[in-house]
């Protein structure tokens, strides 16, 4: 491997000593291909390109590594339409497979891509996620040679079983780096261990470190490594400042350098951010648009699509767009926020510069944050000029050009939510944009339905028949109230007939009879009709009905009711009460009633304060003086054989005496 980079090496350099320039004839390209370049302005290749697309041509895997713009598209594109053209692919079954970390990425792959591969009868596919399902299923059905895919979208796919990586020949990984920071290694994994093991691979990265190491020695077999080194290819075309300021003139030279001429491409570190300085510049009257990972793929295409026409020259985005732009006269980029490590810093430098062009690289930062700025920069081998600068400065506007802008705020239009739900694995799953949301310029255009053969030419709206216009009837004028007619009175038209003679005779429905033969009431015809006759002539007199069942009765007089049950008779109690002596004697209840407590004798009442708590400590309880007792012995029980050893211990004792 090191003896065929010494000979690529080698061959590079005499034919720039003998000025021999080489073609993509002498590369091996395909000739249709060759001529929709020379048609683009494509005439000489870039030297990734003529380092890379011999082996790769040839079928042999190839690792690539150089600066983003450097023509690694076209190195990986031609490489593999050459080796495809004229294929057929089956059903659900592509034959190359070109893998992006981003749908932005996806997208700029497929555009170089198809415009080349319809010249040998070959088409492309983007499969991404935040786009619709039913467009790429059917895609597949069809079949399609060359797949442009992020791997979250394709693991989906897989998933459900709409694609198989059988066949595919040829397997492209463009910034395998940023998939491995991003988190898609294992799914890339997976993706390449169902390809064709024998199958070529093809890996594109700025950087060779880590998981990225792994991957190659693991998929591809005996490669072929070519490098470009960053800072050697870029050091004539690209020029890199630091301007050091106060944090409070950061947004206001941000500002003035967004309203300079020129596109300008503004980095910031999180969404939020991004949308606050878009949000000021918009107030400061400078047309900008916001890019990002919370905005939805039809709002992504709308804002890249202003910016390449012109209609907006600056542009704040996250590091998602770090990698997935492509613009040409992109003539400055500028760092609002420093970036993580040294590849972001290359990364979004890498958007200006482009194909040899020329272009600007400044990074904004304060005097604390200039020692780790400098340290970032001098891993990637590029050195910074340093200058101090504040709003209005002549060495500000001769770096950036930046000017003073109108001042006029700028109404933006509130975007309608994303129907999509996000993601690789999301997507509006064919379902047509909100109208609301302004996607009608995203939608092909619909032939008109007319007859097939002209179903191409809609007729002009002059020339359309006219339909007919329906208007209301017009409304009378109401009279006024004098000359209404007028109403009839009331006891004419609500008269109820006194008698039934009078009342209108309405023919009564048949029905058959109930139960039993009775006819229902409301009823037959077979049922008598009821004699007419008055009603107040025939009435009997109150006195003269019968009484209604369950009617009260007129109440007989006291005297005439008869004696209800157990009821005293009546008496003179005067006369029947017994005389008092006859009486019996009253009970004498106190005879045989115990005597009470009287409670203490009056001195102990006099001696002691009456006191109704039971419970009261100063009361004394009889049980008081016994436990007191008990506990008396108790104690001296047990101290008196301790009384007793001591007395015996001192009578033991001799007495002191004086010697003599």
Do not use: C
């Not at 989906?156 to 066949?167: A, P, Q, S």
């Not at 960053?230 to 301007?243: A, Y």
């Not at 509006?428 to 053969?453: A, M």
């Not at 008598?528 to 002539?537: F, G, T």
Request: charged share 35%; glycine share 8%; proline share 7%.
């Amino acid at each position: 491997m090191a003896s065929s980079d010494f000979y690529n090496q080698l061959r590079d350099a005499l034919d720039v000593s003998i000025g021999r320039t080489m073609s993509f004839k002498s590369l091996g390209v395909h000739p249709a291909l060759i001529d929709a370049l020379a048609s683009e302005g494509k005439t000489s290749p870039f030297p990734i390109q003529k380092a890379t697309l011999p082996e790769a041509i040839s079928g042999r895997d190839v690792l690539g590594r150089g600066q983003t713009g450097s023509g690694k598209t076209l190195a990986f594109g031609l490489a593999m339409m050459t080796r495809l053209a004229g294929r057929q692919a089956r059903p659900h079954r592509p034959l190359g497979l070109i893998l992006a970390p981003t749908r932005e990425l996806a997208v700029q792959i497929s555009e170089v891509v198809a415009p080349l591969a319809r010249t040998v009868q070959l088409n492309s596919q983007v499969i991404a996620g935040g786009m619709p399902y039913a467009r790429q299923i059917q895609a597949l059905k069809r079949g399609v040679p060359i797949i442009v895919a992020t791997p979250g979208r394709l693991m989906d796919l897989l998933d459900k079983r709409h694609i198989e990586l059988d066949d595919v020949e040829i397997t492209v990984l463009d910034e395998a780096d940023q998939m491995a920071d991003m988190g898609f290694l294992p799914s890339v994994k997976e993706i390449l261990e169902q390809t064709q093991q024998n199958g070529q691979r093809l890996l594109f990265s700025a950087t060779l470190d880590r998981d990225v190491d792994t991957l190659v020695k693991r998929f591809l077999k005996n490669p072929v490594t070519h490098s470009l080194e960053n800072e050697k290819s870029t050091e004539g075309n690209m020029e890199h400042h630091v301007l050091i300021m106060d944090q409070a003139h950061k947004d206001v030279i941000a500002t003035q350098i967004a309203a300079r001429e020129g596109r300008t491409i503004f980095f910031v570190k999180t969404k939020h951010g991004a949308d606050k300085l878009a949000e000021k510049m918009l107030h400061a009257g400078v047309p900008v648009g916001v890019l990002h990972g919370g905005k939805s793929q039809a709002q992504r295409t709308r804002v890249l699509a202003a910016f390449k026409d012109g209609r907006t020259n600056a542009l704040v985005a996250t590091d998602v767009a770090a990698r997935g732009i492509h613009v040409d006269g992109v003539s400055l980029v500028v760092h609002v926020d420093a970036p993580q490590d040294h590849k972001d810093y290359l990364h979004r430098a890498g958007r200006t510069a482009r194909a040899g062009a020329r272009g600007t690289v400044v990074t904004l930062s304060t005097s604390k944050q200039k020692k780790g700025i400098h340290g970032l920069v001098s891993r990637a081998a590029i050195k910074l000029k340093e200058a101090y600068i504040r709003p209005h400065d002549e060495e500000l506007i001769r770096i950036t050009g930046a000017q003073e802008p109108s001042g006029i705020p700028i109404q933006v239009e509130a975007e309608a939510p994303s129907r999509s739900r996000g993601g690789d694995r999301g997507g509006d799953r064919g379902r047509r944009p909100n109208r609301s949301g302004g996607g009608r310029e995203d939608r092909p255009s619909r032939p008109y339905r007319g007859d097939r053969e002209g179903r191409d030419e809609r007729p002009a709206r002059s020339d359309r028949t006219e339909r007919p216009s329906y208007s209301k009837p017009e409304r009378t004028e109401r009279p006024e109230r004098s000359e209404r007619p007028a109403r009839p009175a009331r006891e004419e038209w609500i008269k109820k007939p006194a008698t039934r003679s009078e009342r209108p005779d309405f023919p009564k429905r048949d029905s058959a009879p109930a139960r039993g033969g009775r006819p229902v009431r409301g009823g037959s015809s077979d049922r008598p009709v009821r004699e007419e006759r008055s009603y107040r002539e025939e009435r009997p007199v109150r006195g003269e009905r019968p009484p209604a069942r369950g009617a009260r009765t007129e109440r007989p007089a006291r005297e005439e009711r008869p004696a209800a049950r157990g009821a005293r008779t009546e008496r003179s109690f005067r006369e029947e009460r017994p005389v008092r002596g006859e009486r019996p004697a009253k009970f004498d209840k106190a005879k045989f009633d115990k005597p009470k407590f009287d409670g203490p004798s009056k001195k102990k009442a006099a001696a002691k304060p009456f006191r109704t708590n039971k419970f009261d400590p100063m009361v004394e309880k009889p049980s008081d003086g016994f436990r007191a007792k008990a506990a008396a012995k108790k104690t001296a029980k047990k101290s008196a054989p301790k009384k007793a050893a001591a007395k015996k211990k001192v009578a033991g004792k001799k007495p002191r005496t004086k010697k003599g």
